[in-house]
């Protein structure tokens, strides 16, 4: 952890020296120098386009590599196999952007944060398992990394950045344990089909699952008063097909489908309806539902029975029955047109 005390103090902020280790591609043999700043972090690399593998270096020195810097590994697109040795804690942004031929990722249990666009472009990366410790995800860091089919979040708290996972054309399945808020275009045009997000996220962002025209259900853990009061961005749900399905939570911590709820309850207003007008729903027809509602509704209806000045009571009760009608009639002319 000296490093991390010696940055904070500003030690850090220009160069005082390089540590060197030579490492060997394991096809080639060629030798490749990783170069450190001397207190804990990996800035570059030399011959990457010779690299196909590697395991980086736990320490040079004696230091400890605690941190993989800024565009360390960028653009190293003959690497294939990638090993992230402990005590690294952070992935700088665009560590290992454009890797596109990167397959395979190991991360430390060690590691709390990948910094921005740290794995953006790797179009070849399959998997991601997040470590256990992990409590930040910066903005673009697994952006359009187009092979990615699954990703395994950890149970603890984690900070999603913008467009984390956006452009993510394979990935199917997403279940986030716990996180507050599912940022500005996270899984954006993604091919995700199934969604679990956490009753503790108070927030959804702009265009977070816009596009996402796979979608099939989102399951929220939590209950439908929990689900509404989520504060969501614009076009939070733009592109998702109008058949997805919202399961949350019941008072027994059951799944229950929402929309299949609003079905029910929908099928008894038309049910309802069908009664108020004595008709049944075998070839119902627009025209027929209106001479039914003329036929009931004659007598209720206010200019009938006005110049009767009939007492105050059943005037309400006939404009209450006129209205039953009117509501029973519209809604069955919207169904069967």
């Not at 096809?27 to 980086?56: A, H, M, P, Q």
């Not at 853990?221 to 919202?246: H, K």
């Not at 911590?253 to 099928?267: H, I, P, S, T």
Request: some cysteine; proline content about 3%.
């Amino acid at each position: 952890m000296g490093a991390y005390e010696e940055r904070e103090y500003g030690v850090a902020g220009f160069r005082v020296g390089e540590r060197r280790t030579t490492i060997k591609n394991s096809i080639f043999k060629d030798k490749i120098e990783v170069i450190t700043d001397g207190y804990g972090k990996l800035i570059s690399l030399t011959n990457r386009e010779l690299l196909l593998r590697l395991k980086t270096p736990s320490d040079i020195d004696e230091i400890a590599i605690v941190e993989v810097g800024d565009g360390a590994f960028k653009d190293a697109s003959n690497l294939v196999t990638l090993d992230i040795s402990e005590p690294i804690e952070e992935i700088g942004a665009e560590a290992f952007m454009n890797c596109t031929s990167l397959r395979s990722l190991s991360l430390p249990k060690t590691l709390y944060e990948i910094k921005k666009g740290a794995f953006a472009n790797c179009i070849k990366l399959e998997s991601v398992e997040l470590p256990r410790n992990i409590e930040v995800i910066g903005s673009n860091a697994f952006e359009k990394c187009s092979s990615l089919r699954a990703i395994s979040f950890p149970y603890r708290e984690i900070k999603l950045g913008i467009m984390c996972f956006s452009g993510c054309t394979s990935l199917e399945g997403i279940r986030i344990h716990n996180t507050k808020e599912i940022p500005d275009g996270a899984f954006m045009g993604s091919s995700v089909k199934i969604i679990e997000i956490p009753g503790k996220v108070k927030r959804i962002g702009s265009s977070a699952f816009s596009r996402c025209s796979s979608l099939k259900a989102i399951y929220f853990d939590g209950t439908l008063t929990e689900f509404r009061s989520i504060e969501f961005g614009v076009y939070w749900n733009r592109g998702i097909p109008e058949d997805a399905q919202l399961y949350v939570r019941d008072s027994k911590g059951r799944w229950y489908n929402v929309f299949e709820e609003k079905e029910d309850e929908r099928e008894k207003e038309i049910r309802k309806s069908l009664e108020i007008l004595g008709l049944n729903s075998n070839n119902l027809t627009r025209d027929k539902i209106i001479k039914a509602f003329r036929e009931k509704s004659r007598r209720f209806h206010p200019d009938v029975i006005a110049p009767y000045k009939l007492d105050e009571e059943f005037s309400v009760f006939a404009s209450e029955k006129f209205r039953e009608l009117k509501n029973a009639c519209d809604l069955l002319i919207k169904i069967y047109k």
